[in-house]
């Protein structure tokens, strides 16, 4: 996972709620072997609307997804995260998320931000109204700001989260970062628990 601390970028205004999984990256993205590719699948029934905003040229290159409440809802799948950060997302506000979808986020590097339904709205409007209003996200000061519109709000954020991004660790690193009392401990053990 890539350290982050802060970031910077344009905004998408997905105006919908309940999002699922399916709907973010549909079912026939699972059978892939691999973990790339996924940004072909990303939104793809969506996409044949050429009205559906990540169609709209203006949000080309864009990088914070804004959307609605109950982001992430249906199946657990990390497709779904890998889906976005592979269409070039780093992080999604949203009023809310399912559980295991932000999870997912969370252990993948792909930043969940809760805001209030009324801020989403807010910022809805200053990025359809200006589709290059940079939207920033610090995760030391736990604030969301959009500076030409003069917003900035903070987030709740639990620390272990925190310094997961601004570490860059995953489960695994998590977990190596206790190798030596690990290794320490398994020397440690009776020869009969030893793995056969």
Not at 1 to 20: A, F, T, Y
Not at 41 to 68: K, M, P, Q
Not at 87 to 92: C, K, L, Y
Request: negative net charge; glycine residues 6%.
């Amino acid at each position: 996972m890539k350290k982050v601390s802060i970031i910077s970028g344009r905004g998408v205004p997905l105006k919908r709620s309940d999002v699922d999984t399916d709907q973010i990256i549909p079912a026939e993205w699972l059978k892939r072997v691999e973990r790339t590719g996924f940004e072909k699948g990303l939104f793809s029934t969506w996409r044949d609307d050429r009205n559906f905003v990540l169609n709209d040229e203006r949000y080309v290159g864009a990088s914070v997804l804004v959307a609605g409440p109950s982001f992430g809802v249906g199946s657990s799948r990390e497709h779904a995260v890998w889906a976005l950060q592979q269409g070039g997302f780093d992080a999604v506000i949203a009023p809310s998320f399912s559980d295991i979808f932000r999870n997912n986020c969370t252990k993948n590097g792909l930043l969940p931000i809760v805001l209030s339904e009324p801020t989403v709205n807010r910022i809805w409007a200053v990025i359809e109204n200006d589709a290059t209003a940079e939207i920033t996200i610090d995760l030391h000061r736990f604030t969301v700001e959009i500076p030409s519109a003069g917003i900035t709000e903070k987030f709740d954020m639990d620390t272990e989260t925190q310094q997961r991004f601004i570490n860059g660790l995953d489960d695994i690193s998590i977990t190596l970062a206790d190798a030596d009392a690990i290794s320490k401990f398994e020397a440690s053990r009776p020869a009969w628990l030893a793995a056969r």
